[in-house]
């Protein structure tokens, strides 16, 4: 209990504290967020194979509203928690080692392999599940890394921001502080649906792009 404590602490201050970098000032608390676009190829398979996760579980995604989930100290230490022992637990292969494809979207393996949408898919599944987390609130999120190369991650909205869930690092952090490009992310309102983010370019890269 100590630990779940400890963590929960550590993302507190991640969600509290501002960076005094360029890029955290020239981003607000939320994405802005633009014109709907199309979906990564991999999630539109996916959607072929779960499409009970990728349809508007309030009814018609027009008429959907979803609140940002309001953060209790309990539900920060969950987080945190999983995020930690998802990026503990899942050994990060590639799709090419996995199934012999250059992009599979996909739950890790029954050996618990995956690459970094199948940790965003994972983690997305269980703060739904454990946490009651809407998955309107629960986004899969295409990024450009430093060096160019194209990455998933998961976007969590709350009353206080978006934050990200990544299987590169531990923390759990403000999407301001994630040292990417952020290029689009699933619809809010309908999770089949995506658009585009404006901190980025709608150009993809590497093997989000197909």
Not at 34 to 62: I, K, M, N, Q, Y
Not at 91 to 117: F, H, I, M
Not at 162 to 179: C, I, K, Q, T
Request: charged residues 30%; neutral net charge; proline residues 5%.
């Amino acid at each position: 209990m100590g630990y779940i404590r400890a963590i929960g602490a550590t993302i507190l201050l991640c969600l509290t504290l501002q960076t005094g970098s360029a890029q955290a000032e020239s981003r607000g608390p939320f994405m802005v967020v633009g014109d709907t676009t199309s979906p990564p190829v991999g999630h539109r398979l996916f959607c072929h194979s779960h499409p009970d996760e990728c349809r508007p579980s309030g009814g018609e995604a027009a008429a959907r509203t979803v609140e940002p989930v309001t953060l209790t100290p309990e539900l920060i230490g969950a987080i945190a928690q999983l995020n930690e022992e998802i990026n503990r637990r899942v050994e990060a292969k590639s799709d090419r080692e996995l199934y012999g494809v250059e992009e599979r979207w996909t739950y890790p393996s029954d050996a618990n392999q995956g690459d970094c949408e199948d940790y965003a898919l994972l983690k997305r599944k269980l703060l739904n599940e454990r946490e009651g987390i809407d998955l309107g609130n629960l986004l899969l999120t295409v990024v450009r890394k430093r060096d160019g190369e194209g990455h998933a991650i998961l976007t969590l909205r709350t009353q206080r921001g978006e934050f990200v869930l990544d299987n590169l690092d531990r923390r759990v952090v403000a999407w301001r502080d994630a040292p990417y490009r952020f290029l689009k992310r699933q619809s809010v309102a309908d999770p089949g649906r995506w658009n585009r983010v404006e901190d980025g370019n709608a150009v993809l890269v590497g093997s989000v792009a197909k």
